[in-house]
């Protein structure tokens, strides 16, 4: 676009300096004749508008050229990462599916090893953009390994499969209303009432957006506060006596989510896990 | 709808206002340094002076490693050697009090206004315990005054095999007293007797339910995410998650009540958690798993317990008596 319009506004300069009879209406007086020096002053300026923009092509081309490469390393160093979260999760299929035919075991350890080639790769593109969002690798399995279980599983075994990741959906949630009620038990010291009440709020009250307090590792602190859970204020003011409000208001105001939040973006499956590949998804 | 426009306004100071500046920077330094005429930078002589960086102030970074760090972290702080010069009135001056002291305080006096809103106590309870929360600080403050005192003025050489010894000696009374601190106004402590005597027997009944609920929600906070790690890793069903979740809440840990402020220790309440799950019956555990789940969690069992005295230095458990 730089190129076209600098070319474009060169070309018109050009033009109206040669040919002022086409760029002056009426022709009436004469149009002063454009001295030597400053038709090559004009014509450099021209030609320079066309070089440059075409040298910051080349370098820019050559930088984003060494960004994808970049990108690429760190896909294949994610792959690697993401390795033990794959064996789970085939070993999760393989419990709660039973026997499953050679062609459905191919079929399911392909679209495995795909999503875990998907999240690295948007792992590693979001690692370059500003703002980084999280990537949700559940989700990613979910997208494309259920249709594959869908089709190759018994109808019982898919009931059983989608039950259980109902039931795990359900653990993954408790478990950050329960993080979400002791980071705030740490800071407000809550009573065991208090802290009964939240949670029984937050249950009822779910936001499966609220999931995102699973991202917070513990070690991570803003202005010497780890990210205050405001996304769920409606679930927790209610619950607060005068003391713990006022320390509360000031707590978001110094570490609210929003601030703190966008820092968090990824929560790695780390850990040996089932060490290696099950012989049982080639036999 | 049109998004606000972010401006990022630049500063470009005019010659006049670099000369300012400057002229500003020179006299507030000069000031500094009449005021801090205390303290200066000691020239290191010789050899020495090649191996400044490996030289450590262990008087600055005891303090340093008691009150900013937890569990077994340690922290350097400050290479270089730092001395203190007498007076130039030639007067002691008088020692402010020791931060240790004001710590102790703090967390004593935040740990009798938790007991008031959980038991609402008298101001005649009040009183009592508040002479108690001082005497316990003042005993435990003056032994590790006693231990500090030891570094005052020293330095340790890394360099030279003398100066590791006097790092590891040094490590050693750190860590001995941050447990003492974290152990401050516990089972063995004149404000826990003092406490068991001044409450009435209801007010001790809310105590003792209070401490116990928020032990076991802390522990329960504590499992919840590590069990969802293993859900990732080891693809648990909800009979093996529940399997496991009874084996741990079967096997809570004397957690202290109150949670080391800051940042939470992610690692040491997983360890924590291995650990604990190392003491559960694995006879019954181990029907619920398969050959490869079982292998990775005997793997982290093991982990757990290879972790045992360090875990013990993390403060998160009570210390048994």
Known sequence: MRLDFRHAAACIVLQALVSPAIAAEPPNPPAPVPQPAVIERVFRQAVEGVVRPLQEVQENAAAVAQMNQQRRQQAVQMQQMLQPAMYGELEFIRATCGELSREAKRAIKEAAAAAVREAAEQFAAQQHRPGRRSVDLQRIFGKTLDPIVDRHASADAVAKYRGEKRAREQRRAETARLLVVSKLDEELDLTAAQREAILADLESLWDAAWLCELLDPGSFVVNGHRPAPDFAAECIEPHLDERQRKVWESWVRVASWRQAGVHLGWRFPDGPGLNGADAWWDR | ?321
């Open chain 2, 1 to 321: 709808m049109v998004g606000p426009m972010i401006r990022r306004r630049v500063f470009r100071p005019s010659g006049a206002a670099i000369a300012g500046a400057l002229l500003w920077g020179v006299v507030a330094a000069s000031t500094g340094l009449a005021d801090d005429d205390r303290i200066e930078e000691d020239p290191l002589p010789g050899a020495a002076q090649r191996q400044e960086g490996n030289i450590i102030d262990l008087e600055a970074n005891f303090d340093a490693n008691l009150f900013e760090q937890t569990g077994g972290g340690l922290v350097i702080r400050g290479n270089g050697l730092r001395v203190r010069r007498p007076s130039p009135t030639g007067e002691a001056e008088a020692e402010s009090e020791s931060q240790t002291l004001a710590r102790l305080r703090q967390l004593g006096l935040e740990k009798l206004d938790r007991v008031d809103r959980t038991c609402g106590l008298s101001d005649a309870q009040q009183a009592k315990l508040t002479l108690a929360v001082e005497s316990d600080a003042r005993e435990i403050a003056e032994e590790i005054e006693a231990t500090r005192s030891r570094y005052a003025g020293t330095a340790a050489n890394f360099a030279q095999p003398e100066g590791q010894k006097k790092w590891q000696a040094f490590q050693q009374d750190v860590q001995r007293c941050r447990a003492r601190l974290q152990a401050a106004f516990e089972a063995d402590s004149l404000f826990a007797a003092v406490l068991a005597e001044t409450l009435d027997e209801q007010q001790r009944a809310g105590l003792d339910r209070e401490s116990r609920a928020r032990r076991s929600f802390r522990w329960r906070a504590m499992l919840a995410p590590v069990l969802l790690k293993m859900d990732e890793t080891l693809g648990l069903t909800r009979a093996q998650h529940a399997a496991l979740e009874r084996a741990l809440v079967a096997a809570e840990p004397p957690l202290r009540p109150e949670a080391p402020p800051g940042r939470r220790n992610t690692h040491a309440e997983q360890m924590l958690v291995y650990l604990q799950l190392s003491k559960a019956d694995a006879n019954v555990l181990r029907g619920e798993f398969s050959d490869r789940q079982w292998r990775a969690l005997s793997m982290l069992m093991n982990q757990g317990k290879a972790m045992k005295s360090w875990l013990d230095q993390q403060g998160l458990v009570e210390f048994e008596r």
